[in-house]
Protein backbone atom coordinates (compact mmCIF):
# COMPACT_ATOMS: atom_id res chain seq x y z
CA UNK A 1 0.00 0.00 0.00
CA UNK A 2 1.36 2.97 -1.26
CA UNK A 3 -0.02 6.70 1.02
CA UNK A 4 0.87 10.41 -0.45
CA UNK A 5 3.59 12.22 2.00
CA UNK A 6 2.32 15.11 3.77
CA UNK A 7 3.56 18.31 2.61
CA UNK A 8 5.73 18.64 5.99
CA UNK A 9 7.14 15.32 5.15
CA UNK A 10 8.57 16.80 1.05
CA UNK A 11 12.45 16.61 0.94
CA UNK A 12 13.18 14.67 4.02
CA UNK A 13 16.12 12.47 2.81
CA UNK A 14 16.48 8.78 2.21
CA UNK A 15 18.98 8.48 5.28
CA UNK A 16 16.15 10.84 7.78
CA UNK A 17 13.44 8.09 6.52
CA UNK A 18 15.96 5.42 7.71
CA UNK A 19 17.05 6.83 10.79
CA UNK A 20 13.01 7.51 11.32
CA UNK A 21 12.29 3.97 10.83
CA UNK A 22 15.04 2.94 13.69
CA UNK A 23 13.76 6.39 15.95
CA UNK A 24 17.45 6.98 16.02
CA UNK A 25 16.69 10.09 18.71
CA UNK A 26 15.08 8.12 21.01
CA UNK A 27 17.69 5.26 20.65
CA UNK A 28 20.52 7.43 20.97
CA UNK A 29 18.98 8.55 24.58
CA UNK A 30 18.44 5.11 25.00
CA UNK A 31 22.29 4.17 25.20
CA UNK A 32 22.52 5.64 27.97
CA UNK A 33 20.15 2.84 29.81
CA UNK A 34 22.93 -0.21 29.18
CA UNK A 35 25.73 2.26 29.78
CA UNK A 36 24.61 3.03 33.36
CA UNK A 37 24.29 -0.56 33.84
CA UNK A 38 27.62 -1.56 33.39
CA UNK A 39 28.82 1.36 34.63
CA UNK A 40 26.74 1.11 38.08
CA UNK A 41 28.38 -2.77 38.57
CA UNK A 42 31.88 -1.77 37.90
CA UNK A 43 32.06 1.28 39.06
CA UNK A 44 34.56 2.50 36.91
CA UNK A 45 35.16 2.75 33.50
CA UNK A 46 36.00 -0.89 31.44
CA UNK A 47 38.33 -1.17 28.67
CA UNK A 48 38.80 0.97 25.27
CA UNK A 49 37.92 -2.43 24.04
CA UNK A 50 34.73 -2.74 25.66
CA UNK A 51 33.72 0.87 25.44
CA UNK A 52 34.21 0.77 21.45
CA UNK A 53 31.87 -2.85 21.06
CA UNK A 54 29.51 -2.00 23.60
CA UNK A 55 28.75 1.58 21.79
CA UNK A 56 28.73 -0.17 18.50
CA UNK A 57 26.50 -2.99 20.03
CA UNK A 58 24.30 -0.78 21.83
CA UNK A 59 23.53 1.78 18.63
CA UNK A 60 23.01 -1.07 16.16
CA UNK A 61 20.40 -3.39 18.85
CA UNK A 62 18.48 -0.42 19.63
CA UNK A 63 18.76 0.34 15.61
CA UNK A 64 17.58 -2.66 14.57
CA UNK A 65 14.41 -3.45 17.37
CA UNK A 66 12.92 -0.15 16.71
CA UNK A 67 13.18 -0.71 12.77
CA UNK A 68 11.75 -4.39 13.91
CA UNK A 69 8.67 -2.84 15.52
CA UNK A 70 7.83 -0.92 12.38
CA UNK A 71 8.28 -3.49 9.91
CA UNK A 72 6.45 -6.27 11.72
CA UNK A 73 3.46 -3.64 12.70
CA UNK A 74 3.35 -1.75 9.47
CA UNK A 75 0.05 -3.14 8.50
CA UNK A 76 -1.41 -1.88 12.50
CA UNK A 77 0.29 1.32 11.77
CA UNK A 78 -1.10 1.67 8.67
CA UNK A 79 -4.63 1.16 10.31
CA UNK A 80 -3.84 3.94 13.10
CA UNK A 81 -2.58 6.65 9.98
CA UNK A 82 -6.21 6.04 8.11
CA UNK A 83 -7.86 6.44 11.38
CA UNK A 84 -6.19 9.37 12.55
CA UNK A 85 -6.73 13.13 10.57
CA UNK A 86 -3.37 13.80 11.76
CA UNK A 87 -0.76 11.38 11.65
CA UNK A 88 1.88 13.57 12.12
CA UNK A 89 0.57 15.80 14.84
CA UNK A 90 2.74 13.87 17.25
CA UNK A 91 5.28 16.02 19.53
CA UNK A 92 7.20 12.73 21.67
CA UNK A 93 10.55 11.68 20.40
CA UNK A 94 9.50 9.18 18.12
CA UNK A 95 8.71 11.54 15.56
CA UNK A 96 11.26 13.96 14.91
CA UNK A 97 11.69 13.22 11.58
CA UNK A 98 8.12 11.59 10.41
CA UNK A 99 6.16 8.94 11.70
CA UNK A 100 6.09 5.44 10.57
CA UNK A 101 7.47 6.14 7.42
CA UNK A 102 7.48 2.29 6.46
CA UNK A 103 3.46 2.42 6.81
CA UNK A 104 3.37 5.71 4.95
CA UNK A 105 5.14 4.43 2.11
CA UNK A 106 8.23 6.40 2.13
CA UNK A 107 10.05 3.37 2.42
CA UNK A 108 9.47 -0.21 0.95
CA UNK A 109 8.71 -2.81 3.21
CA UNK A 110 11.99 -4.81 1.54
CA UNK A 111 14.08 -1.61 2.43
CA UNK A 112 13.01 -2.03 5.95
CA UNK A 113 13.56 -5.26 6.48
CA UNK A 114 17.33 -5.05 4.95
CA UNK A 115 17.79 -2.38 7.14
CA UNK A 116 16.38 -4.59 10.24
CA UNK A 117 18.61 -7.63 9.22
CA UNK A 118 21.91 -5.60 8.64
CA UNK A 119 21.93 -4.11 11.71
CA UNK A 120 20.88 -6.85 13.69
CA UNK A 121 23.75 -8.51 12.30
CA UNK A 122 25.91 -6.35 13.38
CA UNK A 123 24.40 -6.22 16.70
CA UNK A 124 24.66 -9.90 16.91
CA UNK A 125 28.48 -9.93 15.75
CA UNK A 126 29.12 -7.32 18.35
CA UNK A 127 26.65 -9.36 21.33
CA UNK A 128 28.73 -12.30 20.69
CA UNK A 129 32.22 -10.34 20.81
CA UNK A 130 31.30 -8.89 24.62
CA UNK A 131 29.91 -12.36 25.81
CA UNK A 132 27.95 -15.01 24.21
CA UNK A 133 24.85 -14.45 26.39
CA UNK A 134 24.24 -11.42 25.10
CA UNK A 135 24.18 -12.56 21.57
CA UNK A 136 21.47 -14.96 23.33
CA UNK A 137 20.09 -11.88 25.34
CA UNK A 138 19.48 -10.09 22.16
CA UNK A 139 17.72 -12.49 19.91
CA UNK A 140 15.15 -13.25 22.66
CA UNK A 141 14.92 -9.53 22.95
CA UNK A 142 13.92 -9.47 18.90
CA UNK A 143 11.70 -12.29 19.24
CA UNK A 144 9.85 -10.81 22.36
CA UNK A 145 9.57 -7.81 20.44
CA UNK A 146 7.67 -9.43 17.44
CA UNK A 147 5.33 -11.18 19.88
CA UNK A 148 4.74 -7.32 21.53
CA UNK A 149 3.91 -6.33 17.56
CA UNK A 150 1.51 -9.60 17.32
CA UNK A 151 -0.24 -8.77 20.82
CA UNK A 152 -1.93 -5.69 19.71
CA UNK A 153 -5.33 -6.89 18.78
CA UNK A 154 -5.19 -9.79 21.31
CA UNK A 155 -4.20 -8.47 25.31
CA UNK A 156 -3.05 -5.41 26.63
CA UNK A 157 -0.68 -7.67 28.77
CA UNK A 158 2.09 -6.91 25.95
CA UNK A 159 2.85 -3.76 27.90
CA UNK A 160 4.39 -6.37 29.99
CA UNK A 161 6.85 -7.88 27.38
CA UNK A 162 7.94 -4.25 26.38
CA UNK A 163 9.17 -3.62 29.74
CA UNK A 164 10.93 -7.24 28.87
CA UNK A 165 12.61 -5.83 25.69
CA UNK A 166 13.78 -2.44 27.44
CA UNK A 167 15.74 -4.32 30.20
CA UNK A 168 17.61 -6.82 28.12
CA UNK A 169 19.74 -4.41 26.92
CA UNK A 170 20.72 -2.88 30.25
CA UNK A 171 21.08 -6.79 31.28
CA UNK A 172 23.26 -7.73 28.36
CA UNK A 173 25.61 -4.71 28.99
CA UNK A 174 26.12 -6.01 32.69
CA UNK A 175 27.55 -9.61 31.47
CA UNK A 176 29.31 -8.01 29.08
CA UNK A 177 31.31 -6.16 31.75
CA UNK A 178 31.28 -9.14 34.07
CA UNK A 179 29.94 -13.10 33.68
CA UNK A 180 28.91 -13.37 37.11
CA UNK A 181 27.31 -10.16 37.96
CA UNK A 182 25.50 -10.55 41.90
CA UNK A 183 21.80 -11.40 41.68
CA UNK A 184 20.33 -9.05 43.87
CA UNK A 185 21.87 -6.29 41.57
CA UNK A 186 20.03 -7.62 38.42
CA UNK A 187 16.87 -7.77 40.22
CA UNK A 188 16.99 -4.25 41.59
CA UNK A 189 18.12 -3.32 38.07
CA UNK A 190 15.20 -5.02 36.73
CA UNK A 191 12.42 -3.67 38.24
CA UNK A 192 13.93 -0.05 38.14
CA UNK A 193 14.19 -0.10 34.12
CA UNK A 194 10.88 -2.36 34.06
CA UNK A 195 9.35 0.33 35.93
CA UNK A 196 10.39 3.22 34.58
CA UNK A 197 9.67 1.69 30.89
CA UNK A 198 5.97 1.09 31.92
CA UNK A 199 5.11 4.16 33.75
CA UNK A 200 7.79 6.45 31.40
CA UNK A 201 7.59 5.19 28.19
CA UNK A 202 4.87 2.47 26.91
CA UNK A 203 1.73 4.11 28.85
CA UNK A 204 1.85 7.12 28.33
CA UNK A 205 3.04 6.66 24.70
CA UNK A 206 -0.13 4.55 24.42
CA UNK A 207 -2.27 7.16 26.10
CA UNK A 208 -1.21 9.42 22.83
CA UNK A 209 -2.74 6.92 20.85
CA UNK A 210 -5.57 5.97 22.51
CA UNK A 211 -8.56 7.25 20.07
CA UNK A 212 -6.49 5.49 16.96
CA UNK A 213 -6.11 2.39 19.14
CA UNK A 214 -9.98 2.40 20.31
CA UNK A 215 -11.12 2.32 16.62
CA UNK A 216 -9.07 0.19 15.15
CA UNK A 217 -9.90 -2.02 18.38
CA UNK A 218 -6.16 -2.60 19.97
CA UNK A 219 -5.72 -3.94 22.95
CA UNK A 220 -3.75 -1.18 24.90
CA UNK A 221 -3.44 -0.57 29.01
CA UNK A 222 -5.83 3.04 28.01
CA UNK A 223 -7.89 1.28 26.06
CA UNK A 224 -8.28 -1.38 28.65
CA UNK A 225 -8.28 -0.31 32.16
CA UNK A 226 -9.61 3.62 30.67
CA UNK A 227 -7.73 7.28 32.04
CA UNK A 228 -8.03 6.53 35.43
CA UNK A 229 -6.84 3.33 36.06
CA UNK A 230 -4.20 4.29 33.47
CA UNK A 231 -2.90 7.29 35.48
CA UNK A 232 -2.92 5.06 38.30
CA UNK A 233 -0.53 2.92 36.76
CA UNK A 234 1.64 5.18 35.40
CA UNK A 235 1.92 7.04 38.84
CA UNK A 236 2.30 3.39 40.84
CA UNK A 237 5.01 2.60 38.27
CA UNK A 238 7.47 5.66 38.40
CA UNK A 239 7.13 5.60 42.13
CA UNK A 240 8.80 2.14 42.19
CA UNK A 241 10.98 3.23 39.70
CA UNK A 242 12.24 5.88 41.68
CA UNK A 243 12.42 3.51 44.77
CA UNK A 244 14.42 0.61 42.96
CA UNK A 245 17.09 3.66 41.80
CA UNK A 246 17.42 4.72 45.58
CA UNK A 247 17.70 0.76 46.37
CA UNK A 248 20.43 0.82 44.12
CA UNK A 249 22.85 2.22 46.68
CA UNK A 250 22.53 -0.67 49.01
CA UNK A 251 23.15 -3.22 45.70
CA UNK A 252 26.09 -1.55 44.16
CA UNK A 253 28.72 -3.55 45.05
CA UNK A 254 31.26 -0.85 46.38
CA UNK A 255 28.46 1.37 47.15
CA UNK A 256 27.48 4.79 45.75
CA UNK A 257 28.41 8.29 47.24
CA UNK A 258 25.88 10.59 48.70
CA UNK A 259 25.57 12.60 45.23
CA UNK A 260 24.14 9.96 44.16
CA UNK A 261 21.20 9.46 46.30
CA UNK A 262 20.48 13.36 46.24
CA UNK A 263 20.58 12.67 42.07
CA UNK A 264 18.61 9.75 42.10
CA UNK A 265 15.81 12.14 44.11
CA UNK A 266 16.16 14.81 42.03
CA UNK A 267 15.89 13.26 38.13
CA UNK A 268 13.29 10.96 39.66
CA UNK A 269 11.34 13.90 40.60
CA UNK A 270 11.72 16.38 37.69
CA UNK A 271 11.84 13.37 34.84
CA UNK A 272 9.10 11.41 35.88
CA UNK A 273 7.40 12.12 39.20
CA UNK A 274 6.41 15.84 38.14
CA UNK A 275 5.50 15.54 34.66
CA UNK A 276 3.57 12.45 36.12
CA UNK A 277 1.17 14.41 38.28
CA UNK A 278 0.67 16.98 35.33
CA UNK A 279 -0.68 13.95 33.70
CA UNK A 280 -2.59 13.29 36.72
CA UNK A 281 -4.22 16.83 36.71
CA UNK A 282 -4.73 17.03 33.17
CA UNK A 283 -5.43 14.09 31.49
CA UNK A 284 -4.64 15.24 28.44
CA UNK A 285 -2.19 13.99 25.19
CA UNK A 286 0.19 16.80 25.22
CA UNK A 287 0.86 15.72 29.22
CA UNK A 288 1.23 11.95 28.09
CA UNK A 289 3.78 13.68 25.15
CA UNK A 290 5.43 15.52 27.94
CA UNK A 291 6.39 12.65 30.13
CA UNK A 292 7.29 10.32 27.64
CA UNK A 293 9.98 12.86 26.47
CA UNK A 294 10.83 13.92 29.71
CA UNK A 295 11.71 9.64 31.36
CA UNK A 296 13.36 9.47 27.77
CA UNK A 297 15.89 11.68 29.43
CA UNK A 298 16.37 9.86 32.72
CA UNK A 299 18.79 7.24 31.73
CA UNK A 300 20.98 9.65 30.53
CA UNK A 301 20.74 11.80 33.54
CA UNK A 302 21.27 8.76 35.53
CA UNK A 303 23.94 8.36 34.01
CA UNK A 304 25.74 12.19 34.92
CA UNK A 305 24.78 11.55 38.38
CA UNK A 306 26.59 8.16 38.35
CA UNK A 307 29.80 9.29 37.01
CA UNK A 308 30.05 12.73 39.08
CA UNK A 309 29.12 10.54 42.19
CA UNK A 310 32.42 8.71 41.73
CA UNK A 311 34.37 11.93 42.84
CA UNK A 312 32.00 12.69 45.93
Known amino acids: MKTTSLPSQAGISQLKLFLALSRTPHGLLDMA???????????????????????????????AVYALN??????????????????????DLDNVYVR????????????????????????????YLLNPVCAFIFLLACLLEAVYCRLLKITHLRGIISGAVKTSGPMAA???VDPRPE???????FLWLFFWEIGGQNVPNDWSDLEEDRKIQAKTIPVHFGLQGSILIILS???IALAMSLAMFWVAPRGLGFLYSVGALFSGF?????????????????????????????????????????AA
Open 70 to 91: DVIDYRGDQEKIQASSLPESKK
Open 270 to 310: YFLLLPGYRLYQNKTSNDAFNLFNRASYYPLTMLIVTILSW
Open 174 to 176: VLA
Open 237 to 239: SLV
Open 183 to 189: IPFLIIL
Open 33 to 63: TPALSALLWLETFPSAKVILWGLITAFSGYT
Open 100 to 127: HPLAQGMLSYREGLFWVVAWGVLAMVGA
